[in-house]
C-alpha cells in the first residue's frame, strides 16, 4: 500500500517555516562525507558516517547548493519516476537508545516540484528488538501528518515527536500495526514499541510522484546513547602543504617531496597553484599549479636543490605556499599549515682567508736636541781624524 505521499489530513502537527534559521549545535555534513550506497552497508561502511540508501529507479539523494538552508547546501532529493526513491540514513556506533527515551526527532524540509498534492521528503526512524532484529519502522510524512497547503521553496521545521506518524514494516518482516497512523506518542508509550531500540535514522523521498525535486537539512535525533544533529553543506576542503625534507646540501641528487593535502577529498578534479621564494638559483621545482583529480586527497611536487662547487656561497631559506583559492569553493587555506620551509646549504667549505702582510716596523726617531748632540760628536770626531794623520 503507497502511502507515503497521499493527502490525508490527520492529527496536528508542530511546525514552523525556516528560512535559513540554523539548527543550533548542529555539525556539518559536507557532500564528500556522504558514502555512496555501492559501498555504504550496515554495519561496515560507518558506522557514525550518512550513506546513500534505497535508490531505486533513478532516485537521488546527494549535498548540494541547489536549495541553501543554515549556510550554503541541503540534502537534494530526485524522484524522475513514480517507482523512485531515494534517501540518506545515518546510524551511531552504540544506537540512539530505546524509542520511549527519545528526547528530540526533527528535521527541515522542502519540496521544489512536484505532481502530488502536499507530497514532501519523509523522516524514518529504524527499530529492532532484543536479538538486534529490523522489525519497524517509523515514518512520518508531512501530509498523513496533517500539514497542507504549503507552498514550494519553503523550508518547513517538523517535531516527528509531536506529529502522526505510520509503521511501514509488513506483518512478513515482523512488522506490527503495518501502516497503521497514530500519535508518535502513543507508540513511545506502547509497550510493543517502547523499548525497541532506534538504530538508525532516515530522510528521504519515495512512492507517488514523476517529477518530484524536494530537499532535506539540519536532521536532529536525540537519544540517551547517541545524537545527530546534521546540517548538510558544500563545504570546501581545506589545503596544507608539508615536506619531507627541512635542509638540503647544494649537491648532485638533494631534494624533498612536498605533499599537498585536503582535509577532504576533491568532488571535481582541482588545480591548486603554488608558489616559490627565496634564494635564486639555488633551488627548483613545486613552482606552479598542482594537479588533482576528483576523489583524490594528495598531489606532490618536488624541490631539488642546485649542485655547485662554490666555496662559500652559504646557506638559504626557500619557501613553498599555497596560493588562495580564485574561487572561494574550492579550497580554503589551512591556518598555520599553508607555508611549507626548506633550507639549502653550502656543503663546498668556506673560501680561505687571504695572506696577510707582515707588520711594518717602526723606525727609532731621534729628538732635535739628540740630533744636535750627534752633529756635535760627529764634527769632534772628524776634527780629531784630520789631526791625527800625518801630513806627507
Known amino acids: 500500500m503507497k502511502i507515503l505521499f497521499r493527502t490525508f489530513a490527520v492529527g496536528s502537527i508542530l511546525i514552523s517555516a525556516l528560512l535559513g534559521a540554523q539548527a543550533a549545535g548542529a555539525s556539518v555534513v559536507a557532500a564528500a562525507d556522504v558514502v555512496p550506497q555501492a559501498t555504504f552497508q550496515w554495519g561496515s561502511s560507518g ?19 541547489d536549495f541553501a538552508n543554515s549556510g550554503n547546501g541541503s540534502m537534494r532529493l530526485d524522484l524522475p519516476g513514480t517507482s523512485a526513491k531515494a534517501g540518506l540514513a545515518y546510524y551511531p ?10 528526547t528530540q526527532v526533527s528535521y ?52 516527528m515527536r509531536n506529529g502522526i506518524v ?84 647544494d649537491s648532485e641528487g638533494q631534494a624533498a617531496i612536498c605533499t599537498v593535502s585536503l582535509s577532504r577529498p576533491a568532488e571535481v578534479a ?21 594537479e588533482f583529480a576528483a576523489g583524490a586527497s594528495t598531489a606532490s611536487c618536488t624541490i631539488t636543490a642546485t649542485a655547485n662547487t662554490v666555496k662559500g ?10 596560493a588562495p583559492a580564485d574561487n572561494a ?33 717602526a723606525v727609532p726617531a731621534l729628538s732635535d736636541a739628540m740630533l744636535a748632540l750627534l752633529s756635535l760628536g760627529l764634527l769632534a770626531w772628524a776634527a780629531f781624524v784630520t789631526r791625527c794623520i800625518p801630513r806627507v
Open 313 to 322: 656561497d652559504g646557506q638559504i631559506s626557500a619557501s613553498v605556499a599555497i
Open 270 to 290: 582541482l588545480s591548486i597553484l603554488l608558489t616559490t621564494t627565496g634564494g635564486a638559483g639555488r633551488f627548483s621545482g613545486c613552482a606552479g599549479p598542482l
Open 93 to 102: 556506533t552504540a544506537t540512539f537508545g530505546k524509542l520511549s527515551e527519545l
Open 108 to 159: 527541515q524540509w522542502l519540496v521544489h516540484t512536484t505532481d502530488v498534492v502536499d507530497q514532501a521528503p519523509v523522516l524514518r526512524l529504524y527499530l529492532r528488538n532484543a536479538a538486534g532484529v529490523h522489525t519497524q519502522t517509523l515514518v512520518y510524512t508531512p501530509d498523513i501528518a496533517g500539514v497542507h497547503g504549503v507552498g514550494l521553496n519553503q523550508w518547513t521545521t517538523a517535531d
Open 47 to 65: 558506522p557514525d558516517r550518512w550513506g546513500q540508501v534505497g535508490l531505486t529507479a533513478g532516485g537521488g539523494a546527494q549535498v548540494t547548493t
Open 166 to 249: 505510520w509503521q511501514g514494516r509488513s506483518a512478513a518482516q515482523g512488522g506490527l500495526d503495518p501502516n497503521q497512523r497514530r500519535p508518535f506518542a502513543e507508540f513511545r508509550e506502547d509497550p510493543r514499541f517502547a523499548d525497541l531500540v532506534v538504530f538508525a535514522v532516515e530522510g528521504g523521498a519515495g512512492n507517488g510522484s514523476s517529477g518530484f525535486v524536494g530537499a532535506i537539512d539540519n536532521i536532529e535525533v536525540v537519544g540517551p546513547l547517541a545524537s545527530v544533529s546534521a546540517n548538510f553543506e558544500v563545504v570546501p576542503p581545506m589545503a596544507s602543504i608539508q615536506c619531507d625534507k627541512a635542509q638540503l646540501l
Open 329 to 361: 569553493g574550492d579550497y580554503s587555506l589551512q591556518a598555520g599549515a599553508s607555508v611549507a620551509a626548506i633550507e639549502v646549504a653550502n656543503d663546498d667549505g668556506v673560501l680561505a682567508a687571504p695572506v696577510a702582510p707582515p707588520p711594518a716596523v
